[in-house]
């Protein structure tokens, strides 16, 4: 049986505020944080993810303190109940300490399959932002699904109902009538 080596533990990484990600800088001597992108040339085609809101969410928090897992992908099963929270924040860096969100509602899953970082989220066939990463503090209950959007939105932001349909793309997918997602 071979073992990985764990990473060594780093402090939290604090997120910026911005627009779109951008590219890494040159890495720095030491070891380095593993990247939640590490691994990106082992995916292939996926299938959407596809849900409806249960429940429609109305706060903003600048104080949160949520944790950005160190996964890049999380599997999620049909009837599963997520929270969908957006931040304008941005950062790859496991551990990153999210406090700046807003929040969506929580959607029940009708399809199951992989929610990727990087994936598409849209509500009701409209792209609302990115899957930045998962914050995991009410498991077993539920995850937190973080979505980087360019300002913080919450369910009314986007005249949220329940029942509205929810839709985790992987990039380049192309909606039933045929436009990309983003």
């Not at 951008?22 to 944080?33: H, Q, V």
């Not at 699904?145 to 369910?155: N, V």
């Amino acid at each position: 049986m071979t073992t990985r080596p764990s990473p060594d533990p780093a402090p939290p990484a604090t997120l910026t505020q911005s627009p779109a990600p951008t590219p890494s800088p040159a890495p720095s001597p030491g070891p380095a944080r593993p990247s939640l992108d590490a691994g990106l040339h082992e995916n292939g085609a996926k299938r959407p993810v596809r849900g409806a809101v249960v429940k429609v969410l109305r706060h903003t928090r600048t104080d949160r303190g949520m944790t950005l897992e160190p996964f890049a992908s999380r599997c999620v099963r049909r009837g599963e109940v997520h929270e969908l929270v957006t931040t304008d924040r941005w950062s790859d860096q496991p551990g990153a300490r999210v406090d700046r969100v807003g929040f969506l509602g929580f959607a029940e899953l009708v399809r199951g399959g992989v929610v990727d970082r990087g994936d598409t989220l849209l509500i009701g066939g409209e792209p609302v932002g990115t899957v930045l990463g998962f914050d995991g503090c009410h498991l077993p209950n539920h995850y937190n699904i973080l979505i980087h959007t360019p300002r913080l939105l919450t369910g009314p932001c986007l005249s949220l109902a329940p029942e509205t349909d929810v839709v985790f793309a992987p990039a380049g997918w192309r909606s039933p009538g045929g436009g990309p997602t983003g």
